[in-house]
């Protein structure tokens, strides 16, 4: 079948997680069902208790590139960018990033310092603003198109990947290199604390004894190219982005709609922009946050789209952590990695799932699978829903 | 697909630059208790975007509308509320209402909220260029089919924090700030609803826009934007193809 708006093709991949600096560090570990959850060696927690993180043990650059968050997604970028082999000129190429965070891990420090008396160095407030994430990443390959910042919460990394497309089919830009790029910082951490959504323990995604999320960190970016052009040029190709879509519960700030009807639409809506139907889905790389009402809302969405049973179902971040504006970036890593090397991620540490949780729900261990068409979803503070449809690249 | 676009909707609040600030009304129609926990941005951008919706004859508008938010800085006031509540009281007790708040895309869920808009929702943050970014990103909505109109909104505030931040960078603080919303729709949807079309939307090039402050930070573009679309303004700016309707009274 061919997508109502012309297909995607994903060219060049790159990534940075707790699995490691890399790509090849993210498959070996999701190969593996090598969880990158840990104690933070790096966050400053203040009187708050140390809870599992998925951290980058290795910050990849140098201070001089700029706050955490820069410097992970510039490796994203960087990598992804050489692995599509720099398939268009700068002035054709758009850096479309999203990030909850930018620099203020350093602002914060700056700002507490202040408050505290002292004289701070006030130079990080430089990299304060959401949107020199992207114009770093963009430096560092050397694209000079339009750069787009997003900052749609946990749904932003998810949400570049639809900007991207849709500015690939106005024919603005030739390439897209769109993702998303969060760290570890006080002010997240603090947060989601003050909101009871973390857990103590490594998350159990939609388990019984679920209690909460893990933060994480990293970054991922993707190649976009027209898949016609893409073709033409010989160009690896990952996969397809072969739809998606954005809808608002229009409900809560933080809490999730327990209708779920807005993620329904989601749902249908980036299926029926692939010209595919619930039937032709494989897998699915769920939200899976681990906290009671986003995997209960979830779970009830899937659900009613997809039938009791199901395709196979994995929550990545029991491997990753929520890594925020990252996270719908590096889950859709996660899933073109399902469909281009064959296997369904695992979901760790669940042993006893919800009644309603998704049928398949793949547990512990990945499981070799032919994928034709995996979905990627991505939930977010202010009700922002995200979904991703992908295919394989030799569809 | 290469749709006509208009701009049927406009609306701007922008009080003198380093002058008082008085905060537009609540939009009649909207029951001031639904709003008695919203920011101060949260209410300015309900203004706005109320009065855009309303010259749209879009009251209330479809919840299948695009809502896209453009701000540089977020609300920089509850991020400062947040880490200065963790500075007194410590991290254990930091505030979850300033928390939620301090994101960038909180101005786009309460608006979400109050005007039940369900469909598209997207918050862009690209500095200075922040509104002439949202434009961008929904106009590729639109043409994209994502939805059939946009409401899109920019806004930054002043702040303590800001003003600290710019005296500890060495730059100027011109104390201003900003906002405008526009409704974005194809010229056939205008013609069928018999809405009133400001201006022909030919397109956006957020790099043309400064990237320099003119004191109203992320919403300085939209907000000449929007007074251009009023006829408050002799020129659009340079950023932003617009040709003011003929038959705009």
Not at chain 1, 183 to 203: H, I, K, N, Q, V
Not at chain 2, 59 to 79: C, F, N, S, W, Y
Not at chain 2, 144 to 164: K, N, Q, T, Y
Request: hydrophobic residues 45%; contains cysteine.
């Amino acid at each position: 079948m061919t997508p109502r708006q012309g297909a995607i093709a994903v060219t060049g991949l790159g990534a940075v997680s707790a699995l490691g600096p890399d790509v090849s560090a993210m498959l070996d570990g999701l190969r593996a069902g090598r969880s990158g959850l840990g104690a933070t060696t790096r966050l400053e927690l203040g009187d708050l208790p140390s809870r599992p993180v998925g951290e980058v043990t290795t910050l990849p650059g140098s201070p001089d590139d700029g706050p955490a968050t820069h410097r992970l997604a510039i490796a994203a970028a960087t990598e992804a960018w050489r692995s599509a082999g720099s398939p268009a000129p700068p002035l054709r190429v758009a850096v479309i990033m999203g990030t909850t965070t930018g620099g203020i891990g350093e602002s914060e420090r700056w700002y507490l310092g202040r408050l505290a008396g002292e004289a701070p160095d006030a130079s990080a407030l430089r990299h304060h603003a959401a949107c020199t994430v992207t114009e770093a990443s963009a430096r560092a390959i050397g694209a000079l198109g339009p750069t787009m910042t997003l900052s749609t919460a946990c749904s932003s990394g998810a949400n570049a990947l639809t900007v991207g497309a849709d500015m690939l089919r106005s024919g603005r830009v030739d390439v897209v290199v769109a993702g998303g790029a969060d760290a570890l910082c006080l002010t997240t951490y603090a947060g989601f604390s003050s909101l009871r959504l973390m857990s103590d323990a490594p998350c159990r995604p939609f388990d019984r004894a679920r209690d909460g999320l893990n933060l994480g960190e990293g970054a991922a970016c993707l190649v976009l190219e027209r898949a016609d052009e893409a073709r033409a040029r010989g160009a690896t190709i990952h996969a397809l982005l072969l739809g998606s879509a954005i809808s608002c519960d229009a409900h809560h700030m933080t809490a999730p709609a327990p209708d779920g009807l807005a993620v329904l639409a989601a749902l249908t809506d980036a299926l029926d922009r692939a010209a595919l139907t619930p039937a032709d889905v494989d897998y699915i790389n769920a939200h899976g946050t681990a906290t009671p009402a986003n995997d209960e809302a979830e779970a009830r969405a899937l659900r009613q789209v997809f039938g009791a049973s199901g395709p196979p179902v994995s929550a990545s971040k029991s491997f990753l952590g929520h890594t925020l504006g990252a996270a719908g970036a590096l889950e859709a890593v996660v899933t073109v990695l399902a469909l281009r090397e064959g296997f369904v991620p695992a979901t760790l540490n669940t042993e006893s799932p919800e009644d309603d949780a998704p049928a398949d729900l793949v547990l512990g261990a990945p499981r070799d699978a032919s994928i034709r068409v995996a979905v990627s979803t991505s939930f977010a503070f202010g009700g922002n829903n995200a979904v991703l449809v992908f295919g394989r690249g030799d569809r | 697909m290469n749709l006509d676009l208009v701009l049927s909707g406009a609306a701007l609040w922008q009080p003198e630059i380093g002058g008082p600030s008085e905060e537009p009304e609540i939009p009649a129609g909207i029951d001031p208790r639904t709003v008695r926990r919203s920011t101060r941005l949260g209410r300015i951008a309900l203004a706005v975007a109320s009065e855009a919706l309303t010259r749209a004859a879009l009251d209330p508008a479809p919840e299948d509308t695009a809502l896209v938010v453009g701000t540089a800085l977020a609300d920089l006031d509850e991020t400062a509320g947040f880490l200065g509540g963790i500075h007194a009281r410590g991290a254990r007790f930091a505030s979850p209402q300033f928390f939620q708040r301090s994101v960038h895309g909180a101005v786009a869920g309460e608006l979400a909220i109050l005007l039940a808009l369900r469909g598209y929702n997207l918050t862009v943050s690209e500095g200075m260029r922040s509104g002439e970014a949202a434009l961008a990103a929904a106009i590729l909505a639109v043409q994209a089919g994502r939805a059939p109109r946009a409401l899109v909104v920019a806004i930054d505030g002043r702040s303590e924090a800001l003003s600290a931040a710019l005296n500890a960078l060495g730059l100027p603080d011109e104390a201003g700030e900003g906002a405008a919303a526009l409704v974005v729709e194809t010229a056939a949807d205008a013609a069928r609803r018999g809405a009133p079309v400001l201006a022909a939307l030919g397109g956006v090039n957020p790099s043309m826009a400064p990237g320099f402050s003119s004191g109203r930070h992320g919403a300085s573009g939209l907000c000449d934007v929007a007074r251009y679309a009023l006829g408050e303004s002799p020129a659009a700016p340079a950023s932003v193809a617009l040709t003011v309707s003929p038959k705009k009274s």
